[in-house]
């Protein structure tokens, strides 16, 4: 008698969840056996091959700067001659993003954005994060969340054989199968926190081989820290969750990852170790901060674009977001306004560009017709449901002098119609396009290395900062300064200037 499927299913479920199958790898910066699922260093490199150009296209372009992605790339390739895996090529880019964000994907590829760029105050910060995004390349944690995903799924197969096996009903069913899928998922967060640790411990190795000083990622995380407390403040949350711990997050809380990188350092020291604070921010001097010409920029509650030559403002209660295919603004509480330019093709009309893209997406109600700032504009509504529950839509479009419209999309919680009416007032009114003249008069933010003179201070330097909000809690987070810091004659420090 041949067996049931379930029955089969549950005995390739115990095999790999055995080893049985293999697919086994040794972790290259530990010697451990690790289970990869099978995937291999050629799939790996096929898969950051593939991905590269659709990063660069996702989160941001190449930033076009010769000289400074040629010194990163150099600190890159001195760690890179340091690591234990070298069957890669490894390529490092600065992505042109204002988001702090750095990461690697398989085959070499690593990213760090200009925007992370801008935090550190020396080279060894910078080496201390290339480090920590080697480490994730060199213990196979791709390969190695691959393999625990499949062991995941076939927990969560292995739970559900098992209940059908034993009579139970669809319900029961069910209710096992979400928790093992959430007992999973908890699991593949876990082992991230993990991944960080580790690669954390792996960049404090890699940086100690290459010379440098080992506090060097400590200080690397703890600018991260300090710019994610300032954030949370300046959008009106409690800097305090910035070091909670939550069993759900991918990251460990960063208070706790500064105290282990500042313990692990001290016992790597280097002898004359390398720090290089000058030659990094004469680097550095002129980066664009924030926003770029290209891109588009936030000014407070507007964002501006010179190059595409428009301008638009949301409420004082949502913080935007550029990003390359879109600008979004997130107003809590699952409140979303995201804008995007689209090329109008054939149709001309406001409203007929709006009922070829979403009528058959939703339940539109009826289509109003205006003009916005002399522009040809239109208008609806619809409910649809999300994740989080049902949620009101309303979506406005507006015509272009240049062949191409502005699609406005706002999605709100049911039952907060009021606070939706005044966004889209604010932005209905707000959005309009350009003269070249205005375009021009608008400035991105840059960097400015100064060196401090005789006299100043942390207040007296704060006040040359083009900054609007908290410009003393920017310049210290910037630099790296507590509140009892004092300013030596000579220190070079970073501003942020228009």
């Not at 910060?125 to 480090?131: C, D, F, H």
């Not at 305090?240 to 790597?268: G, K, M, Q, S």
């Not at 979506?395 to 709100?412: A, K, P």
């Amino acid at each position: 008698m041949k067996p049931r499927r379930p029955a089969i299913f549950a005995i390739l479920a115990a095999a790999v969840l055995a080893g049985g199958l293999g697919g086994c790898s040794v972790n290259p910066a530990t010697g451990e056996r690790v289970f990869t699922g099978g995937v291999s260093g050629v799939q790996e490199k096929a898969v950051g091959r593939k991905a590269h150009p659709q990063i660069l296209g996702e989160l941001g372009p190449r930033y076009e700067d010769e000289e400074l992605q040629n010194y990163v790339n150099s600190v890159g390739q001195l760690l890179a001659r340091t690591v234990e895996r070298r069957d890669l090529k490894y390529t490092f880019t600065i992505v042109d993003s204002d988001t702090v964000n750095a990461f690697a994907v398989p085959g070499g590829y690593i990213y760090i954005t200009r925007g992370l760029l801008a935090l550190f105050g020396d080279e060894a910060e910078l080496a201390g994060v290339l480090g920590h995004e080697l480490g994730h390349i060199t213990a196979l944690h791709y390969a190695r969340g691959q393999g625990q995903a499949i062991l995941a799924q076939i927990g969560v197969l292995a739970a559900d054989v098992l209940t059908r096996q034993a009579g139970a009903g669809a319900a029961v069913r069910n209710v096992l199968s979400e928790l093992s899928g959430k007992a999973a998922f908890a699991y593949l967060r876990s082992h991230s926190r993990e991944n960080e640790y580790e690669s954390d411990d792996l960049g404090i190795r890699y940086i100690a081989r290459a010379g440098y000083d080992t506090r060097g990622v400590a200080r690397m995380l703890a600018k991260i820290r300090a710019h994610a407390r300032l954030r949370a403040r300046l959008a009106g949350r409690s800097p305090e969750e910035i070091d909670r711990f939550d069993y759900t997050a991918t990251h460990p809380a960063p208070a706790t990852r500064v105290r282990r990188a500042l313990e692990n350092a001290a016992r790597t020291p280097v002898r004359d170790p390398m720090v290089a604070r000058e030659i990094y921010l004469r680097k550095i001097d002129g980066l664009f901060y924030g926003g770029s010409p290209e891109q588009g920029f936030v000014r407070g509650r507007a964002f501006i674009h010179p190059k595409l030559r428009f301008r638009f403002s949301v409420p004082d209660t949502f913080t935007l977001h550029n990003t390359p295919k879109a600008v979004i603004a997130s107003g809590g509480g699952g409140a979303q306004i995201t804008l995007r330019l689209h090329g109008r093709g054939r149709t001309l009309s406001a409203a007929g560009f709006l009922r070829g893209r979403w009528t058959r997406k939703l339940p539109l109600g009826r289509i109003e017709e205006f003009t916005v700032n002399g522009q040809p504009a239109a208008s609806a509504r619809a409910v649809a449901r999300s994740a989080r529950g049902a949620v009101d839509v309303r979506i406005l479009v507006v015509g272009s002098r240049e062949n191409r419209v502005y699609e406005t999309v706002f999605v709100f919680p049911r039952g907060t119609g009021t606070r939706l009416d005044a966004a889209y007032r604010e932005v209905r009114t707000s959005l309009r396009e350009l003269t070249a003249s205005e375009a021009a008069s608008y400035r991105p933010r840059r960097i400015a290395v100064v060196e401090a003179r005789p006299g100043d201070t942390q207040e007296s330097l704060a006040r040359r900062m083009a900054v609007a909000k908290r410009p003393l809690e920017h310049f210290r987070m910037l630099n790296g300064l507590k509140p009892k810091d004092r300013i030596a004659a000579g220190r070079l420090l970073k501003l942020i200037v228009e």
